[in-house]
């Protein structure tokens, strides 16, 4: 069983910065996929980035391709969300998931583990 539990939300005006933690419980943390989505108000959770175990592949969503960076630390069990030149669209409660796949994955119906979610918020 995993568990995570994010961390660093807030407040921040339009262009700041905010980074994200997900700390994870679970001996095989370091082989699990692990992923940011976010949801806004009235939208449906989407896909932000995801790095696979390994630390060597991760993947964006086109919206914040150059200004997020997703990274890992095995050793700590905790994986990261660097978001710089944060818009008002950004706004959301960001939420870590995991998976025990090897491949990439996108879709939230493919990610068994889920945390409780942190609140950005960005402001114009």
């Known amino acids: 069983q995993v568990q995570l539990v994010e961390s660093g939300g807030g407040l921040v005006q339009t262009g700041g910065s905010l980074r994200l933690s997900c700390a994870a419980s679970?001996?095989?943390?370091?082989?699990?996929?692990m992923g940011w989505f976010r949801q806004a108000p009235g939208k449906e959770r989407e896909f932000v980035a995801g790095?696979?175990?390994?630390?060597?592949?991760?993947r964006y969503a086109d919206s914040v391709k150059g200004r997020f960076a997703i990274s890992r630390d095995n050793s700590k069990n905790t994986v990261f969300l660097q978001m710089n030149s944060l818009k008002p669209e950004d706004t959301a409660v960001y939420y870590c998931?995991?998976?025990?796949?090897?491949?990439?994955?996108?879709?939230?119906?493919?990610?068994?583990?889920w945390g409780q979610g942190t609140q950005v918020t960005v402001s114009s």
């Open positions: 998931a995991a998976d025990a796949s090897t491949i990439m994955r996108v879709n939230r119906y493919e990610y068994e583990y």
């Open positions: 679970g001996p095989i943390f370091r082989r699990y996929l």
């Open positions: 790095i696979i175990w390994s630390g060597g592949g991760t």
